[in-house]
């Protein structure tokens, strides 16, 4: 069967098809980008709404399949913007009602760790899941995927994405800041916070933009914002890895396009005698490909969602899923 | 030197107090060794363990002071990232709980409710409080042993925080006796605490209530 995901939990738009043998036919996607300041849910939404039918066609062109051969739709039901949510969920009942196929909800966060263990083939990894919207440390443990630390505040890519724009570095910030932070020579102190399991960035990003103002080098500044930022970020995963004795750490979400946070994470592994992953970056950043590989597994496993049950929610937790499939 | 414990910060060795400290010195001492990791920069590396090693040294000795059994510290060194402690003979109350009369275990939480409501009133959070980090003596005491996650903050949040990690602990490893245990780990601490006690169990169910796992129909949002 092929399954047809739609994914809008933020600013990407993104319509993928999976087989399901687990191939990636499509996986296509569209971005929105603000012209100035951050993501406005509903002018995000609008582009959404204006993008749907033109990726629609295109995953379906580059699957070289019609809709009709389409068996069931998976779509993010959350946790994301509002407006971005209802409108691909909108999409997606009308599809799904189109075509008299089955309609499932899938759960963002974990959509991007099963897609991982699908490319990886990675058994039972500890995932540090880390984008502009989540910041998240996730294991699977009796039936459920649990959240072993998180960010307190926001997330660590909105840490850098505002940073970037307070100092005047233009969108996309985060390779720029990691461009800049290689030149970096001088390590500057900046509030490194783990409270037990949890981060915290807040206090970071107003640090460093304020030694911005106060005149510190800004090559200086990426460098020291990044080694605090990632530092607590692996020293939160191993923490999980050493509690759960697992041996298999991934990195997935839009931040794991960071080559240091890559190489950060792979020396922790090493130490620790575990293996380390990354998916594709495609399938690291927002897409539909995971949405319909986790719709599969939750079809197949005998999830059904009647039309009620397509209700977005926006404060969707990873740790409120049965795990079925599991 | 023996490794008994190889956390995600720190290894924990058994080793001879004639070996580590003088010659004249008998029995055995816990040396905690902060490990160097790679993946950061050496300036933070230096300053999150040396920050690190001397905060548990002096929270040891504040718990002390506040009437909290904590392993004698023998000597700090933020060159080498060492803590050298006394070792302390017992049984891991991990280990014991489940296996007490009922008697016998509500005595034991008690004393460890009064404890945590003694590091409390001297304003220290643990952190990390697991029946893994309770050693049960012989003579019926109950010694805190690791504060590598405790800080000071006397906030009514990070007091809910703590008792709350507690309950966690004592939900996933003790589940056969989690109520009753828990019930008597409140009645010491709110005994000890005195007035404001509420106050912080209340906090403790708010938080529970913010829930990463619990049901959602029970929760305080949606």
Excluded at chain 2, 36 to 50: A, I, W
Excluded at chain 2, 63 to 81: C, F, H, W
Aim: net charge positive; hydrophobic share 40%; proline share 3%.
């Amino acid at each position: 069967m092929l399954c047809l995901g739609i994914e809008g939990t933020a600013h990407t738009f993104g319509i993928g098809i999976v087989g399901s043998n687990g191939r990636v036919l499509a996986n296509v996607s569209r971005t929105y980008v603000p012209e100035e300041g951050g993501i406005h849910p509903r002018d995000a939404a609008q582009f959404h709404a204006a993008n749907a039918r033109a990726t629609l066609d295109g995953a379906l062109k580059k699957a070289k399949i019609g809709l009709y051969d389409v068996g069931l739709i998976a779509f993010s039901l959350g946790p994301g913007l509002g407006p971005c949510l209802r409108t691909a969920a909108t999409a997606a009942r009308a599809i799904a009602a189109w075509l008299h196929v089955p309609i499932i909800g899938v759960n963002h966060c974990i959509a991007h760790v099963e897609i991982g263990r699908l490319t990886e083939r990675a058994r039972d990894p500890v995932t540090l899941y880390v984008s502009g919207g989540n910041t998240q440390v996730i294991a699977f443990d009796a039936g459920r995927y649990r959240v072993f630390g998180e960010t307190l505040d926001i997330p660590v890519g909105n840490c850098l994405d505002v940073f970037a724009r307070e100092v005047g570095i233009q969108h996309p910030g985060g390779p720029t800041v990691e461009r800049l932070a290689r030149e970096g020579k001088r390590y500057i102190n900046l509030p490194y916070v783990v409270k037990g399991m949890d981060l915290s960035f807040s206090g970071l990003m107003t640090e460093a933009v304020r030694r911005h103002r106060a005149g510190a080098d800004l090559r200086d500044i990426c460098h020291s914002l990044q080694e605090t930022a990632f530092a607590a970020l692996v020293e939160v995963t191993e923490r999980a890895v050493a509690h759960t004795e697992n041996r298999e750490i991934m990195l997935t979400g839009g931040v794991a396009a960071n080559s240091r946070l890559r190489e950060m994470l792979k020396l922790m592994a090493n130490e620790r005698g575990a293996k380390f992953y990354v998916p594709p970056m495609e399938l690291c950043a927002d897409n539909g490909a995971m949405i319909a590989w986790t719709g599969l597994l939750m079809h197949k496993h005998g999830v059904k969602h009647s039309l009620a049950q397509t209700q977005v929610r926006q404060r969707f937790r990873t740790d409120e899923v049965d795990v079925v499939w599991r | 030197m023996a490794l008994i414990k190889k956390g995600a910060e720190a290894n924990l060795y058994l080793e001879n107090f004639s070996k580590v400290l003088h010659t004249a010195g008998e029995g055995k001492v816990i040396v905690k060794h902060r490990i160097k990791k790679s993946y950061r920069v050496p300036e933070l590396d230096e300053q999150l363990r040396s920050s690190r090693t001397a905060l548990e040294a002096k929270l040891f000795a504040d718990a002390k002071l506040a009437g909290v059994p904590t392993p004698i510290v023998y000597e700090v060194d933020r060159v080498s990232m060492r803590i050298v402690m006394e070792f302390i003979e017992g049984k891991q109350v991990k280990l014991v709980l489940d296996k007490l009369r009922p008697a016998a275990r509500r005595k034991l939480c008690k004393i460890i409710g009064r404890q945590v409501a003694r590091l409390h009133l001297a304003g220290i959070v643990h952190g990390d409080l697991t029946t893994s980090n309770m050693i049960l003596t012989r003579d019926g005491k109950v010694y805190f042993v690791d504060f590598g996650l405790g800080e000071y903050n006397p906030s009514l949040e990070a007091k809910g925080v703590d008792l709350h990690l507690l309950k966690r602990a004592l939900q996933s490893i003790h589940f056969k006796v989690t109520d009753e245990a828990y019930r008597a780990v409140i009645a010491g601490y709110m005994r000890e605490f005195g007035e404001g006690a509420r106050e912080v169990i209340k906090r403790v169910e708010e938080i529970e209530k913010r829930g990463r796992y619990i049901p959602k129909e029970e929760r305080a949002w949606h």
